[in-house]
């Protein structure tokens, strides 16, 4: 059947505020203000003097966490300095300072962490070493207060308009930097609290100070950040940051009237990410950022539910059951996924999985559930590097950690493997040879345009798969930049359309909204799943008058093997060549008509017609290392030239064909 972009949703689709109207009344008495009164009681995680829930903990999970805290007591803790902070405007490197803080983050989560799990205490004249884990959790925390800011160099747009390379105390901008420190010393603030007022009295004092002045002053006194998306741009920072907001509300704010109206700007601004949500789930900012941008909102929802109960449950939007599938609809085995926009094609091992986990729950999802589980079993219960919150959210998830440790349940090896899925929205295509499993060909196609967020110039790029391994791929986001976010952006060789698999018909493909796929559809049968699109709009004005692009997978018969085939045509008759790149990871054999492609012992051989095209390759050796931890050492380019011949039959109506399928070798 053919498939084109569907009916504009109801705009009652999604609304937080329509949804929870009578509690956000500002009546008087307010009734959010008695609503929110003792909200930290009722939060699923408990203070650290709940000992019955904090020594249920797993043997495991509780061991795992102390070994990790005990090692890093052994390392000195991190610096944080000036110099690293302005690289970001003297040479672009903006990792040095941003790692450092990171890993000052990641010491805090661990002994936050275990000075909870063990319950130590002491009181505040006992000497050094009373309370090692406690001590080293106020001392991270401490220093996390002290530094001269939360946000990271990029995002200061108050020290580039003064000119300056260096931050001011006095002019804080709330960015995810801020997010993240605001909302790691809410919960360890949360969670500690009483242990920290007999060690360290103080402290609680100076931490809701800062967080005040750095995070709820700058919230409140500015009502236009771009991040909240009032001008219809919201993206993964809106939810990031208002979770994080809700959090120190609720955790650090003891003026019940602020409390409240802090609580309404949170729910106000994340409509505002709602508004913009496909309803098909998908996400254009790629799976990576699902976990800091969807997965954010599903946390912020899950907050509000457990602090005002019933009354400020949200979670029965319909959005959020299409949006809790996008990871597995993504995915093609193990760690590996389809990696549009800015994403590894190896997800972070760091995720919350427990977050999905509860809500297959919760929406009787049963493949989301068991995505999250395949992918978290063999791991830890809890990942710390995903941020105090989360992680504490893990470690009170019982029914988590008992599935975790579970049997896997019996059938499909991957039963959130569908035949196909077409997310219209996204224009983002995933179709497999076998359903319910990774086995066979895999080919993952999209349409859409150039002005997405964390854009690649790639309109009508595409992947394929053996056995759940990438093998036709799209390189991913390299390390960024001060450069990354700015007019030099697709000067980094990863995000230009010469190193995607697209055309490039004498010219690259340009950026903006404007540079689109049109005559977008795609036709789905149990004999096969292929995504048209005319590419024509995605090239410099006036360069094409169609180019049209059909990516089909075929599914196997009795007489004919599975096989990917891509078909290209075009008008008018260009005087430049045409170059079709494939970028491919693996060992590349080349030979007349066909290159095979060999990684992790599987093998897809590529055949062309070679008498309309002539074939090299390129070999780049990336030393990014986060190119590197996706494809190691090598990434290779099959750039097929076509003859001024071909190009005039492509003008006639006969395509120009690739096909791929299982090398006989495997």
């Not at 205490?121 to 959790?137: K, N």
């Not at 006036?542 to 990917?564: E, F, K, M, N, Y």
């Amino acid at each position: 059947m053919g498939l084109v972009e569907p009916e504009p949703e109801s705009p009652a689709y999604r609304s937080l505020r329509s949804r929870l109207a009578p509690t956000l009344t500002t009546l008087s008495p307010d009734p959010l203000v008695e609503l929110l009164r003792d909200a930290p009681m009722r939060l699923p995680v408990p203070t650290v003097t709940a000992r019955s829930v904090w020594e249920a903990v797993d043997a495991g999970t509780r061991e795992g966490l102390l070994e990790e805290a005990a090692a890093e007591l052994r390392r000195n803790a991190p610096v944080l300095t000036a110099s690293d902070w302005a690289r970001t405007f003297r040479d672009g490197v903006r990792t040095a300072y941003e790692d450092s803080a990171r890993r000052l983050r990641e010491r805090a989560t661990l002994f936050v962490l275990a000075a909870t799990l063990t319950g130590e205490v002491a009181p505040v004249d006992a000497p050094p070493g009373a309370a090692p884990y406690l001590d080293a959790a106020a001392d991270a925390l401490m220093a996390l207060a002290e530094t001269s800011t939360w946000c990271w160099a990029p995002h200061d747009r108050y020290a580039k308009a003064r000119g300056e390379v260096l931050p001011d105390p006095d002019e804080p901008f709330l960015d995810l930097g801020a997010a993240e420190v605001a909302s790691l010393l809410a919960w360890a603030d949360h969670v500690l609290g009483p242990h920290l007022d007999t060690r360290v009295p103080g402290l609680r004092r100076r931490l809701r100070r800062e967080v005040d002045l750095r995070v709820l002053t700058p919230f409140e006194r500015t009502r236009d950040w771009h991040w909240i998306g009032l001008d219809g741009d919201a993206h993964n920072w809106n939810p990031w940051i208002h979770g994080a907001v809700l959090a120190a509300a609720l955790l650090l704010t003891d003026d019940e009237e602020r409390r409240a109206r802090l609580v309404r700007l949170v729910v106000e601004g994340l409509d505002h990410y709602l508004a913009v949500l496909p309803d098909d789930g998908g996400i254009d900012e790629g799976v990576a950022y699902w976990w800091q941008g969807a997965g954010r909102l599903l946390e912020a929802l899950d907050l509000l539910a457990d602090a005002g109960g019933p009354a400020l449950d949200a979670r029965d939007l319909p959005v959020f059951g299409p949006l809790s599938k996008f990871p597995h609809r993504m995915h093609l085995a193990g760690d590996w996924y389809v990696n549009a926009g800015d994403a590894p094609a190896r997800l972070w091992p760091d995720q919350p999985w427990h977050l999905l986990f509860q809500w297959g729950e919760r929406l009787s999802d049963p493949d989301v559930r068991a995505h999250a589980l395949a992918c978290a079993r063999g791991g830890p219960a809890v990942r710390p590097r995903a941020g105090l919150g989360r992680a504490l959210a893990g470690l009170c998830a019982p029914r988590w950690r008992h599935a975790l440790t579970a049997a896997p349940a019996e059938g499909p090896a991957a039963p959130w493997a569908a035949r196909e899925t077409w997310l219209p929205r996204v224009q983002v295509l995933v179709a497999r040879e076998t359903p319910g499993t990774a086995a066979g060909l895999t080919l993952a196609a999209k349409a859409g345009h150039n002005g997405e967020r964390h854009n690649h110039l790639d309109v009508g790029s595409y992947w394929v798969a053996l056995n759940g391994r990438p093998l036709v791929v799209d390189i991913g986001q390299p390390t960024y930049t001060a450069a990354s976010f700015g007019p030099d952006r697709y000067q980094a060789w990863p995000l230009q359309s010469a190193w995607h698999n697209v055309p490039e018909p004498g010219a690259e493909q340009q950026p903006g909204p404007a540079h689109r796929a049109d005559d977008v559809r795609v036709d789905l049968t149990p004999a096969a799943a292929t995504l048209h699109a005319d590419l024509a709009a995605a090239y410099p004005t006036g360069l094409l008058r169609t180019w049209r692009r059909s990516l089909r997978l075929v599914r196997a018969t009795a007489d004919t093997p599975a096989h990917v085939l891509i078909e290209d045509h075009w008008t008018p008759d260009l005087a430049t060549p045409v170059l079709l790149r494939h970028i491919l990871s693996g060992a590349v054999e080349l030979a007349e008509g066909q290159a095979q492609i060999t990684a992790d012992g599987h093998s897809l051989l590529i055949t062309w017609d070679p008498e309309r095209a002539t074939a090299r390759l390129e070999h780049h050796d990336p030393d990014d290392p986060l190119l590197r931890e996706s494809w190691g050492e090598r990434l290779t380019r099959l750039t097929l030239t076509v003859a001024a011949s071909s190009a005039a039959a492509s003008s006639a109506g006969e395509p120009f064909t690739v096909r791929m399928e299982r090398s006989n070798n495997n």
